[in-house]
């Protein structure tokens, strides 16, 4: 009876295509036969078919992958892989990762199938490589506790670096587990954080001994890894997945640990040419200093004023002054003589002395020059050498001459008819009216 649900071509062909694709024997497997109907198209691409008595599966190559090399109509490949179904052509076919010859054995085919696999994720791509830390102070080693390569480890950490601490994460190196064990001792030194560089290492052996460091699970941790890793794996010969996903190489586990240690003896010979590269740099630089200061001190001396001339000049300066300061003082007082003989000419009190008389109106104390300034009967201050006397001004024929003209009497102890002197002033009497206000700054 048919099936009363009915399913499109679409619905069948994504059926099986998941069907194939997730099954766990046709996801990873490997298929002897012999190549026919190979065919290359233009974009690298294989097409051909593997077929052994009567049976066949038709497969596709995709440009890249590892052994293409080898394929060839009639030639008898391993091929390993895995199914899917192709929904236009409604074919299940088998996508080839990688060809090795009959012979080489599963385990190489194997390792060429996942080496293209992990390459073309990226885990190889050397752009994604840190560099080891020049100094570290933490390295952390994955290997066996028991073998030669640990004691190898130590010895040439500390013959060389032994600033550095150790820090073991131990695990198997060999048999079935070892590649978890490994993986896990990865992530255990990663989820410490202590360690500033990881060694991974293990001795040489045959590809069956070092088939866990080919494991995927051990390539994905060393790639996950936030510490850089360096590997060092089997002989100089020997190269695992291991070595091409860690971010160093190194060809045996003595070379990964001098690979990630420097040298204290390099360090200490770089030290000391260092210092002596130092002392002559400093000892040039202070000859130079001291050339310096000899040169400007010469300079200085040269420049430097002669004390002993100016202390000479600063005398004979001094000299000069002195005798310029007594020639001006001479001078002065020559002058200063001068200006008193002149003044004791125009003394008032001398001019008093040789007979001569000051006449002042009494009222307001004004000093008569001529005979116009006061009229008959006007009160007088008669000032004299030895005192003072009032008089009362009036006509008086002598005061005329026969011309007509009125002139001075001069003054004198004589009264006249024009000049009546009464209540004559002493020097110790009535206050004397002192000389005129003209000569008062003179006496």
Not at 87 to 101: D, F, I, K, R, T
Not at 179 to 184: D, L, P, S
Not at 234 to 262: F, M, N, Q, W, Y
Not at 277 to 288: K, L, W
Request: glycine share 10%.
């Amino acid at each position: 009876m048919l099936s009363p649900v009915v399913h499109t071509v679409s619905q069948v062909a994504v059926y099986l295509k998941d069907k194939l694709e997730s099954d766990g024997l046709l996801s990873r497997l490997t298929v002897q036969g012999e190549i026919a109907n190979l065919r290359t198209v233009a974009s690298g691409h294989s097409y051909f078919t593997l077929r052994e008595d009567g049976s066949s599966i038709r497969c596709v190559m995709f440009r890249g992958r590892s052994g293409q090399e080898y394929l060839e109509d009639g030639q008898e490949i391993l091929a390993g892989g895995n199914f899917t179904f192709y929904p236009p052509s409604g074919e299940a076919n088998m996508q080839v990762a990688a060809v090795m010859p009959v012979g080489a054995g599963a385990l190489a085919l194997e390792l060429a199938r996942l080496r293209q696999q992990l390459a073309a994720e990226g885990l190889f791509d050397p752009s994604r490589n840190r560099p080891v830390p020049i100094f570290p102070r933490v390295i952390g080693v994955v290997t066996s506790p028991s073998g030669a390569v640990w004691q190898d480890i130590q010895n040439v950490v500390r013959r060389r670096y032994p600033l550095a601490e150790l820090r073991l994460s131990p695990t198997a190196v060999q048999g079935d587990g070892a590649a978890q064990q490994i993986a896990e001792a990865v992530r255990s030194l990663n989820d410490e954080g202590v360690a500033d560089v990881i060694i991974v290492a293990r001795g040489g052996g045959s590809l069956e001994d070092l088939w866990c460091f080919n494991s995927e699970e051990v390539a994905r941790a060393i790639f996950a890894s936030s510490i850089p890793i360096v590997s060092g794996v089997g002989h100089e010969t020997d190269t695992t997945i291991a070595d091409d996903v860690a971010d160093s190489r190194a060809p045996t586990p003595s070379a990964a640990a001098e690979l990630v240690t420097p040298d204290r003896n390099q360090l200490m010979a770089g030290i000391f040419g260092a210092r002596q590269q130092m002392t002559s740099v400093m000892v040039g630089h202070v000859d130079r200093l001291r050339s310096s200061v000899d040169s400007q001190q010469q300079r200085l001396q040269r420049r430097a004023p002669d004390v002993a001339s100016m202390r000479r000049r600063v005398d004979e300066y001094a000299e000069r002054a002195a005798a310029s300061i007594r020639h001006r003082h001479t001078l002065i007082g020559r002058d200063v003589a001068t200006l008193v003989g002149k003044l004791g000419a125009l003394n008032p009190a001398d001019t008093l002395r040789r007979g001569y008389a000051v006449v002042r109106l009494s009222g307001d104390g004004a000093v008569l020059t001529s005979p116009d300034q006061v009229s008959d009967g006007a009160r007088l201050d008669i000032s004299l050498a030895g005192g003072s006397l009032a008089a009362t001004a009036g006509d008086h024929p002598a005061s005329h001459d026969p011309n007509g003209v009125r002139r001075e009497v001069p003054a004198g102890p004589v009264a006249s008819d024009a000049v009546t002197a009464s209540n004559p002033r002493k020097r110790g009497g009535r206050r004397s009216p002192g000389p005129p206000p003209a000569m008062k700054p003179l006496l």
